[in-house]
């Protein structure tokens, strides 16, 4: 992603080891970026709860993935509320997302905190330098963090536990977060096991969050186990979108098909991401130069 519209709010990710090297971490505060999110893009509650997620999750995994990708994209595809999802993230902390329903609500008789993504596939796309890598995985009963999990186990043969927290109030986004913990190989059996009994008992995410921030997450999570942070970094929300490359994609539709651009004398688009608008001339797109 380009700086072209970098935000002045950022949020924080913070990597490490713990159980000397059994265990390796990632935890992140995003809050300040959900609100702008939401802000920007109008969402509902549940709309700001399940890209808060997404976005965190993919924040977390661009340090975890075996392979350090450029830019990770995680793409949900499901018959859920919100439909689908995306959110990208790049190892210069830098974040965008979208959620096609924004304005979804709780189907009724359903107050899950975590929205459902329903039956789908979630995409998810390393960008490296040479090529891309690409796995895709069906989407399992539950939220973002029940199929990043799945994900790790499928693809990645990896155990892990995925924690992610989005409240929203009437004022906005109180907290949006999360933490990502795996099992390194050869990891203590005895240790894996506590974890596994340990983790599921936690009490919410977000409420630990909201009330003792991301380390009180981390500390739930892991107990008394010594724990290292290896590398600290803030993570902001901006968006690469370019009035000319939208003016190079109209023109190519245009030249297949010209009553695509309507009747009007200008054609109006609008980034799905950040919700920029440009505008241009029908005839500047009929123009081939």
Request: with cysteine.
């Amino acid at each position: 992603m380009s700086d072209s519209s970098p935000s002045s709010i950022a949020g924080r990710l913070h990597v490490g080891t713990a159980a000397n090297g059994d265990l390796r971490w990632a935890l992140a505060d995003i809050t300040p970026l959900v609100e702008e999110a939401r802000i920007l893009r109008d969402l509902s509650p549940l709309a700001a709860i399940g890209l808060g997620q997404l976005l965190t999750a993919a924040v977390l995994l661009t340090r975890l993935v075996s392979k350090d990708p450029l830019r990770l994209v995680l793409e949900v595809r499901g018959d859920g509320p919100l439909g689908r999802l995306r959110a990208e993230a790049d190892t210069h902390g830098r974040v965008r997302g979208l959620v096609e329903r924004h304005l979804a609500e709780r189907p009724a008789g359903n107050e899950r905190a975590t929205p459902e993504l329903g039956a789908g596939t979630l995409r998810v796309v390393r960008q490296m330098k040479t090529r891309n890598y690409e796995s895709r995985v069906s989407l399992v009963e539950g939220g973002v963090a029940s199929n990043v999990v799945h994900f790790l186990e499928q693809s990645e043969q990896i155990r892990s536990a995925v924690m992610l927290g989005v409240l929203t109030r009437p004022s906005g986004v109180v907290v949006g977060g999360g933490l990502i913990v795996e099992a390194l190989p050869g990891a203590d059996p005895h240790l894996v096991r506590r974890l596994e009994t340990r983790i599921p008992n936690l009490p919410s995410v977000s409420g630990l969050l909201e009330d003792g921030g991301p380390w009180a997450l981390l500390d739930h999570a892991i107990g008394e186990v010594e724990r290292e942070t290896l590398e600290e970094r803030q993570v902001i929300l901006t968006c690469d979108c370019d009035r000319e490359r939208f003016r190079g994609h109209l023109r190519a539709l245009a030249a297949r098909d010209p009553s695509i651009l309507g009747d009007d004398e200008t054609v109006e688009v609008q980034c799905n991401f950040c919700g920029a608008e440009y505008k241009f001339p029908v005839d500047d797109l009929l123009t081939l130069h």
